[in-house]
């Protein structure tokens, strides 16, 4: 690869002007639309509590199971969206993400009068929108941050995660005030319109554009190849990717999707922290904290051995968060680095569905498993203690000497 000219490092401020040209500006963008979208997810829990007292003769699986469809639908429509985004380009698909997350919110805030209506207001609509938006952003940091990819992933993915610690807090003292519905709706409005704001600025370079004087270090790990979605799902190390993908996702995703049902089996759900309740007090170190697999198992395990202490729970959660959310950043640039960044839109789609799998288990999954043991969730945090370590071990002992070698066949 060649080092580019000073007209080809012009294009992109030609094209779209020094603001939108800018890669830092798009970046940035993509960051923003990641922390509005990141409530989706981790607020889940902040509602739970209001969602049992209205809906009292729900079983608490049934609850849970808003947070499964949410992921579900987060996730698997990508690949469709990240195909039509790497076809079509980014805007028009981040306008229609920014208005469903709007709609997923504000309709069920305002008109859910049953379970069953947020599942398609909460979980079809809101898990759609913030899907096409996820994939959308992460796959242009990619794009445009070729020389740095690990980079700008890593900072898309923690504004998903890191993103939700500036606004935990303000949700919950919403609910306080406003009841679950009213906090809904009011935070709906706000989110879809700074997401519709960003979705405008948001565009992939244009064709030929590279950064400055960069070219491709020998001594990196990518592929000389552009795999499309069809030539990526023959290679067998798509397989353990997914699969290690789907074990790493099941703890975060229980703990993100359960924690005040968490914090009561473990009798903290009461305690406050500076006056603060704990659950998103706690949610909130999380979003901040954003080795990960096998580190991840030890955490997962000792989240069955602290049942009655407060601060075990305060210092312990946000830990088991900073091994998970690290997995999005990872796996988003490793699927750029051995299938090849034109198709990475599509391609992390596909991969990233794992996540509404994982979701099935670690939402109504763990929840009913839950159930079956007086609500206490340590069987579940045993089964995906046990997911993260053997995915270390896939990483480690089987991926690695995979990908080496297919790489090292194409040079």
Request: aromatic letters at 14%; glycine letters at 10%; charged letters at 10%.
């Amino acid at each position: 690869m060649s080092t580019v000219s000073t007209a080809e490092l012009d294009l992109a401020k030609k094209t779209y002007g020094p603001i939108v040209g800018n890669r830092w500006i798009q970046l940035a963008a993509g960051v923003l639309a990641m922390i509005v979208i990141s409530n989706f997810q981790y607020a889940f829990t902040l509602f739970t509590p209001g969602l049992k007292q209205q809906f009292a003769t729900v079983p608490y699986s049934d609850i849970a199971l808003i947070f499964s469809l949410f992921i579900l639908f987060e996730t698997w429509p990508v690949p469709v969206a990240g195909y039509f985004i790497d076809k079509f380009g980014i805007r028009n698909l981040m306008l229609v993400g920014s208005v469903l997350i709007f709609l997923g919110w504000t309709l069920g805030g305002m008109f859910a009068k049953s379970v069953f209506h947020l599942y398609i207001y909460y979980g079809v609509l809101a898990g759609t929108g913030c899907g096409i938006i996820y994939i959308a952003t992460v796959a242009n940091a990619v794009k445009w941050f070729p020389d740095k990819r690990g980079l700008a992933a890593g900072l898309t993915a923690a504004g998903f995660g890191g993103g939700s610690a500036l606004t935990l807090i303000p949700i919950s003292g919403s609910i306080a005030s406003m009841g679950w519905a009213g906090a809904m709706t009011a935070w709906g409005i706000g989110q879809g319109v700074v997401a519709i704001a960003m979705a405008l600025i948001l565009h992939h370079p244009p064709k030929g554009w590279l950064p400055k004087d960069w070219v491709q270090p020998k001594a990196v790990a990518q592929t000389q190849r552009e795999y499309s979605a069809a030539q990526m799902m023959s290679q067998k190390e798509f397989y353990i990717m997914y699969a290690m993908f789907l074990m790493v996702c099941t703890g975060g995703l229980m703990t993100t999707g359960n924690m005040s049902q968490i914090a009561k089996s473990l009798n903290v759900f009461d305690a406050k922290v500076m006056g603060i309740a704990i659950v998103p007090f706690v949610a909130t170190l999380a979003g901040v904290t954003t080795f990960a697999f096998a580190l991840e198992g030890v955490l997962i395990f000792m989240m069955t051995q602290i049942s009655g202490s407060p601060i075990a729970f305060m210092i312990l959660m946000p830990f088991v968060f900073l091994a998970w959310g690290e997995i999005y950043a990872l796996f988003s640039a490793i699927t750029g680095d051995v299938f090849g960044p034109k198709n990475a839109s599509g391609n992390y789609g596909i991969m990233y569905t794992a996540k509404g799998l994982a979701s099935i288990m670690a939402g109504w999954g763990a929840a009913a498993v839950a159930a079956m043991y007086a609500g206490s969730f340590s069987v579940p945090y045993y089964i995906a203690a046990v997911f993260d370590l053997v995915a270390a071990a896939l990483a480690l002992f089987v991926l690695r000497p995979i990908i080496r070698k297919r790489i090292a066949g194409e040079a």
